[in-house]
């Protein structure tokens, strides 16, 4: 048994951690058997703001972080190619050239999708609606663009930043108000579907494929519905997955095939999804 004389008598009753009440007490709300409750108040938060700034639907758009706009991909090559003139052109500086040329090839997809965001948002949000507002990692490349595109003409855009090893910063084009940091992944997917109408995906890697095959899953499985998946670039996405070959080893269906479609331009893109959702593209 603890004697008076052994206890802590540094500290005043009110000065210990166990007097914080629990809602203001940020270690106690770190603790393991905490993870329930800070999962259900990450769903919330962004929801209730989501509700007060009147976001009725929203278009999601995946694609590279890593992509440039061309300007910017072009002074990389330049960069590339300087380095590898002073270092005699060995293997390291020709693969890094090698990858620029293509990366400044992929950059029009940046023009593209802040043409997207721009189209999108000038037809949608007017009159003070808040309809098909586009949402995005919160990153930089295309999602930077995507939301570019939506403050070129003064509109909202979302951006659901998530917390990394390597941090990331969000992009300056974001609604401050909508702009989101995740601790979790799980909450953060179920937040880009949420009030999704479509998903737009441009060239991207692992987070791009992640995401946009979630979203084929839900609408395979009929998880979820109504949500438009359009690919941007058919000859990227054609040459990065053979569907045709999955079909032919039973490996999905025929029809799964119908679960997306391709535009070659950010009104096209559009296009599609104004129809499908009966929705004047311009």
Known sequence: MISPS?????????????????????????????RPLRVGIELLKPELIQREQGIQSTIVVFGSARLQEPAAAK????????????????????????????????????????????????????????DYVIVTGGGPGIMEAANRGAADVNAKSIGLNITL???????????????????????????????AKALVAFPGGFGTLDELFETLTLLQTGKTENVMVVLVGRDFWERLINWQWLVENGLIAQKDLQLFCYAETA??????????????SS
């Open 165 to 195: 090893p390597h941090e990331q910063h969000p992009n300056p084009y974001i609604t401050p108000e909508l702009c989101f940091q995740f601790r979790y992944f799980a909450i953060r997917k179920m937040h880009f579907l949420i009030r």
């Open 267 to 280: 009104q096209e893109a559009w296009d599609l999804i104004s129809r499908h959702n009966g929705v004047p």
């Open 75 to 130: 002074q990389a090559l330049h960069v590339a190619e300087m380095e590898a003139a002073r270092t005699l052109q060995d293997s390291t500086c020709r693969h890094k050239i090698a990858i620029s040329q293509r990366q400044l090839v992929l950059s029009k997809y940046y023009d593209m999708a802040r043409e997207f965001g721009r189209l999108v948002s000038s037809t949608c949000q007017i009159d003070g609606r808040c």
């Open 6 to 34: 052994d206890s802590d008598t540094t500290k005043t009753p009110e000065e210990s951690s166990s007097y914080i009440p629990a809602d203001r007490d940020t270690e106690f709300l770190q603790r393991d058997e905490l």
